[in-house]
């Protein structure tokens, strides 16, 4: 059967496996209050087998961007520290290193790491030691993805974020998709996320019996399924007993890829959304997350309606138009690096005015 499409899991498959799926490395029991973050003492936070110290617990995580500098376009490190702590003041559960708004196809290993390394050293300097560090570490081949996944760890990652390959995924079969993600798991220093972005890996589509007979192994300890598929978010959520922000679960992650799909994600059983436009609004998305815990539906879906908006923006812009909208509404952005266009002063403004109602809500909160 091909790992591209998502036909329903066979009837009794949600029930199927419950007793292998024991409770993951990242979980924690008793971390679902609203006062989770003002409680945790992170001096109390111990290694695990894994040598991972940092729980993923459900809320919103933000891939976050890389910044360059205007003209030489080296590494602006000190805007990446400083949006790092306003991600993180902002309330969301945990940051992504490396991905598609980070620029990670255009870094360099070395760079890859000084990027992970500046982001865990702004978090632990402004008083976020708890808060974990994901870091995107897919690649074409096996051996240099586990490389990756070795370098994130050296670098202060605590999870590892991980694609397909999918160069010659003509040549690939079922089996080739699951060896690989369990050849990494088995050699990863770190526990690994599954990413289900067909977009970015020539279409691409992990199916549901692909993914929860993976969330098997004891190091894959969560997804991303940025294919927008909320059928089969609900598939894998119930299948793995996914943490929810009321229910510990297995501990497994089971995470939206876009913040357009916040509901549906905790009404599908999901735990939380990795998403890139949580980098203009970040308090917008955590405020959503809160409404739907509290129970008022009726508020988070007029703000779900706003998100959304936004993140269509997102969407249709890219990291060229998400950059020219911080710029544009938080002073700081830039350009990403050549051969990504920069915008003129008329896609600018139209950048800008896309972003504007989320950016008033957001400096509301």
């Given at each position: 059967?091909?790992?591209h499409?998502?036909?329903?899991?066979?009837a009794?498959?949600?029930?199927?496996g419950?007793?292998?799926?024991?409770?993951?490395?990242?979980?924690?029991?008793?971390?679902y209050?609203?006062?989770?973050?003002?409680?945790?003492?992170?001096s109390?936070?111990?290694?695990?087998?894994?040598?991972?110290?940092?729980?993923l617990?459900?809320?919103?995580?933000v891939p976050?961007?890389?910044?360059?500098?205007?003209?030489?376009?080296?590494?602006?490190?000190?805007?990446?520290?400083k949006?790092?702590?306003?991600?993180?003041?902002?309330?969301?559960?945990?940051?992504?290193t490396?991905?598609s708004?980070?620029?990670?196809?255009?870094?360099?290993?070395?760079?890859?790491?000084?990027?992970?390394?500046?982001?865990r050293?702004?978090l632990d300097?402004?008083?976020f030691?708890?808060?974990?560090?994901?870091?995107?570490?897919?690649?074409?081949s096996?051996?240099?993805?586990?490389?990756?996944?070795?370098?994130?760890?050296?670098?202060?990652?605590?999870?590892?974020?991980?694609?397909?390959p999918a160069?010659?995924?003509g040549?690939?079969a079922?089996?080739?998709v699951?060896?690989?993600?369990?050849?990494v798991?088995?050699?990863s220093?770190i526990?690994?996320?599954?990413?289900?972005?067909?977009?970015?890996?020539?279409g691409?589509?992990?199916?549901?019996?692909?993914i929860?007979?993976?969330?098997?192994?004891?190091?894959?300890?969560?997804?991303?399924?940025?294919?927008g598929?909320?059928?089969?978010?609900?598939?894998?959520?119930?299948?793995?007993?996914?943490a929810?922000p009321?229910e510990?679960?297995?501990?497994?992650?089971?995470?939206?890829?876009?913040v357009?799909?916040?509901?549906?994600?905790?009404?599908?059983?999901?735990?939380?959304?990795?998403?890139?436009?949580?980098?203009?609004?970040?308090?917008?998305?955590?405020?959503?997350?809160a409404?739907?815990?509290?129970?008022?539906?009726?508020?988070?879906r007029?703000?779900?309606?706003i998100?959304?908006?936004?993140?269509?923006?997102?969407?249709?812009?890219?990291?060229v138009g998400?950059k020219?909208?911080?710029?544009?509404?938080?002073?700081?952005g830039?350009y990403g690096?050549?051969?990504?266009?920069?915008?003129?002063?008329?896609?600018?403004?139209?950048w800008?005015?896309?972003?504007?109602?989320?950016?008033?809500?957001e400096?509301?909160?």
């Amino acid at each position: 059967m091909s790992p591209h499409n998502d036909a329903p899991s066979p009837a009794g498959s949600f029930n199927a496996g419950f007793n292998d799926i024991s409770l993951r490395s990242g979980a924690v029991q008793s971390l679902y209050s609203a006062q989770f973050h003002d409680r945790f003492d992170s001096s109390s936070i111990e290694s695990t087998d894994m040598g991972i110290n940092r729980p993923l617990i459900p809320g919103i995580y933000v891939p976050t961007v890389a910044f360059f500098d205007p003209v030489t376009e080296e590494l602006d490190l000190e805007t990446i520290a400083k949006h790092t702590v306003r991600l993180a003041e902002a309330g969301v559960a945990g940051i992504t290193t490396q991905g598609s708004n980070g620029e990670a196809v255009h870094l360099s290993h070395k760079e890859r790491d000084l990027v992970t390394r500046t982001t865990r050293k702004a978090l632990d300097d402004a008083g976020f030691g708890y808060m974990p560090v994901i870091v995107g570490t897919g690649s074409q081949s096996t051996r240099e993805t586990i490389e990756l996944c070795h370098e994130a760890y050296a670098a202060g990652g605590d999870y590892a974020l991980i694609l397909p390959p999918a160069y010659y995924q003509g040549l690939f079969a079922t089996d080739t998709v699951k060896t690989f993600f369990r050849d990494v798991a088995n050699a990863s220093p770190i526990p690994i996320l599954i990413y289900n972005y067909p977009g970015a890996v020539s279409g691409m589509d992990l199916n549901s019996d692909v993914i929860v007979e993976l969330s098997k192994h004891p190091n894959i300890v969560g997804c991303k399924l940025t294919c927008g598929n909320t059928g089969k978010l609900n598939r894998v959520a119930a299948a793995t007993r996914a943490a929810t922000p009321s229910e510990p679960g297995s501990g497994f992650m089971c995470m939206g890829g876009s913040v357009d799909f916040t509901l549906q994600t905790l009404l599908g059983g999901g735990s939380g959304i990795i998403g890139g436009m949580a980098n203009i609004a970040p308090k917008a998305c955590v405020k959503l997350m809160a409404l739907f815990e509290s129970g008022d539906l009726k508020e988070a879906r007029k703000l779900q309606a706003i998100i959304a908006r936004g993140d269509w923006a997102a969407i249709q812009g890219g990291i060229v138009g998400t950059k020219s909208a911080m710029q544009s509404h938080f002073g700081y952005g830039g350009y990403g690096r050549k051969p990504l266009p920069r915008p003129s002063k008329e896609e600018a403004r139209i950048w800008r005015e896309r972003f504007d109602e989320l950016v008033k809500l957001e400096k509301s909160l």
